[in-house]
């Protein structure tokens, strides 16, 4: 091979630099070749491999949202059609794997509807199901201290868009609580009535589904009532009171208990006085004497948002109503209202002490005596009036 440059002049050799340049050239085309070859296999196997993975199930972090509703006690295989006739995923069957390699996630996947993200992988899906901010509730709340008629009736009907006369004929002359989970003592005789479900509509905010029956619905709210029952041992602790009839039975002691709840839940002003108001409620019972409440006379005469009431009202010959309890002793047959648990625990613990009255004095701050004899109770009467007068503002709001 032949120098570039001569060693003795120093001049280039320009034959020899193009004949070696060709060369080159040669080899770089063929490098070339060899690489484009090279990434065109790289390139296809990398779209075998994507192929391949991506079959059975999407990749990426979705496009879009839809709404899917899961059925209670569905299987991981009815899941994963519902998503994938949603949209959400590409194969049933690749989110049952996924959900069977995944018992952390799989076991907190719960009935319901959800917003979720479309054409995601299988495993993603199932991390969608079990986010609570993917959840979608049509909550329905249901106040304590409210009746049936009309006031549960109204919030049924609204949280499920179902006409009002339904809900009522149901709750009222229809249905038994007894056939739909309640513990056979809320109901003595078992039947349906005008005022079956008194009291029973326990406080609380539900969750009701897409196309959820009157039925459902109601078991529903059964079951969170037998757990607060069971919570506070409710027919247990019931047999220690006493509620001035020598003829109770267990069960008709345990419903007394949640009559007296409903009174608290009604007469109550501050929490501090549950459990007093309670007390004076079975001193009142032992001695044979009437309640005297105002609560459960606005019961009879359908009154609310008030537990104020007239004095005809009240006159046992024009209101002789068994929830005049002006006139008749012992409790009211049924709740007057849906006492929460604060106020059934009251009826189950009352404070000890001899009151027989109680009146607020104070309609601002709940401010309420409690008294053992006619002059004390009359004196805290005194109180009231005078503050009922002391402004315009005061006096509406003892009407």
């Not at 519902?82 to 952390?104: E, H, M, N, S, Y």
């Amino acid at each position: 091979m032949e120098p570039l440059r001569d060693p003795d002049t120093g001049q280039w050799n320009t034959d020899e630099i193009k004949r070696r340049a060709k060369g080159w050239a040669a080899v770089l085309l063929a490098l070339a070749v060899l690489g484009a070859g090279g990434a065109l296999v790289a390139a296809k196997g990398y779209e075998f491999y994507m192929g391949a993975k991506t079959a059975k199930d999407y990749v990426g972090a979705g496009t879009g949202e839809t709404q899917v509703v899961i059925p209670k006690s569905s299987t991981a295989l009815q899941i994963g059609k519902i998503l994938a006739d949603g949209g959400v995923i590409k194969d049933a069957k690749k989110f049952q794997d996924t959900a069977l390699t995944r018992p952390d996630l799989w076991g907190k996947v719960q009935a319901g509807k959800f917003k979720l993200a479309k054409e995601v992988p299988s495993l993603t899906a199932l991390q969608q199901l079990v986010d609570p901010t993917r959840a979608i509730h049509n909550w329905m709340s249901v106040p304590e201290g409210w009746r049936i008629d009309p006031q549960l009736v109204d919030v049924l009907a609204k949280g499920m868009k179902l006409p009002a006369p339904d809900v009522k004929a149901f709750l009222t002359t229809k249905a038994r609580p007894n056939d739909y989970g309640y513990p056979a003592w809320v109901s003595p005789t078992g039947a349906a009535g005008p005022v079956a479900f008194e009291g029973l509509l326990f406080p609380d905010k539900y969750d009701v589904q897409d196309g959820a029956t009157l039925e459902a619905q109601t078991k529903a709210i059964a079951g969170n009532f037998n757990a607060v029952m069971a919570r506070l041992d409710f027919k247990t602790k019931a047999q220690a009171l006493s509620f001035g009839d020598p003829k109770d039975t267990e069960n008709t002691k345990a419903y007394k208990a949640l009559i007296v709840a409903s009174i608290i839940e009604k007469e109550v002003f501050r929490a501090e006085d549950r459990a007093k108001v309670a007390r004076v409620i079975y001193n009142r019972l032992a001695k044979g004497v009437q309640l005297q409440f105002d609560s459960t006379v606005a019961y009879s005469v359908n009154k609310t948002g008030t537990v104020w009431t007239t004095a005809d009202e009240r006159d046992c010959k024009k209101n002789p109503s068994p929830y005049n309890t002006y006139c008749v002793k012992g409790l009211p047959p049924t709740p007057i209202s849906a006492p929460a648990e604060a106020a059934l625990s009251a009826a189950l613990n009352p404070e000890a002490g001899d009151w027989m009255f109680f009146v607020p004095i104070n309609l601002d701050t709940g401010e309420t005596k409690f008294s053992v004899t006619d002059a004390e109770h009359n004196a805290a009467r005194a109180e009231l009036q005078a503050w009922c007068l002391a402004s315009p503002e005061n006096k509406k709001k003892c009407a």
